[in-house]
Structure formats: C-alpha cells, structure tokens
C-alpha cells in the first residue's frame, strides 16, 4: 500500500510563493508519473501541472511561467513551486502518483493525496 502526504498549503497575498510537497511511501519499485491537480469551491478539478520519470514536464496554460514541478526521486517525494499566485489560484490542490510497488509481485498503483488548501488573498 502507498501512502502519501502533502504539505505546504496556506494563506498568501496575491503576488506571494507557497511550495507544495507530496511525499510518498511504501514498497515503492518505481514512481513513473505525477500530477498536480487543484479543485476550487463548484469547479471541477483541473490538471495543474504534471512531471514523468523522465522528468518530462507539462503545464496548464493558466500557470506556465509561474509554477514549477519537481521532483528528489530519492525521496519520493514531488514539488510544486508556485510563484505570483493569484485569487483565482484558491482551491485544494491534490497530488496523483502512478508507479509501481513490490509485494508479493511488482504491481502498478495509482493514488490520490489528502489535499492541502491553497487560499491566495487579493
């Protein structure tokens, strides 16, 4: 089973820079794709920006220039640095993991972070 924990959400004036982290655990084989997604209050939740194991990257346009992902594939664990953030950047960002995990076979996995609320005051 793979657990994950984001962190880094908050409170930040327009114009301000939060760092997300998601970080993974369990009998990881191999982390293949990340996404960040974010889901504000009646909208549906968008794909924010995505990172492959090749550290390929992509972006919704209505962040490119302004976030960017990372990611320390010793830890496990995935970064979004998100600069002059905006109110329209308020919602619950979620990340998504698809890798791989060794058990009893080597099987692929996908899952879904807690949450962690973003709130960018104008």
């Known amino acids: 089973q793979v657990q994950l924990v984001e962190s880094g959400g908050g409170l930040v004036q327009a114009g301000g820079s939060l760092r997300l982290s998601c970080a993974a655990s369990?009998?990881?084989?191999?982390?293949?794709?990340v996404g960040w997604n974010r889901q504000a209050p009646g909208k549906q939740r968008e794909l924010v920006a995505a990172i492959t194991s090749g550290s390929s990257t992509n972006y919704a346009d209505s962040v490119k220039g302004r976030f960017t992902i990372s990611r320390d594939n010793a830890k496990n664990t995935v970064y979004l640095q998100m600069n002059s953030l905006k109110p329209e950047d308020t919602a619950v960002y979620y990340c998504?993991?698809?890798?791989?995990?060794?058990?009893?076979?080597?099987?692929?996995?996908?899952?879904w972070g807690q949450g962690t609320q973003v709130t960018v005051s104008s």
């Open positions: 369990g009998n990881i084989l191999s982390i293949n794709a």
């Open positions: 998504n993991v698809r890798g791989v995990v060794r058990t009893t076979a080597e099987t692929a996995f996908e899952t």
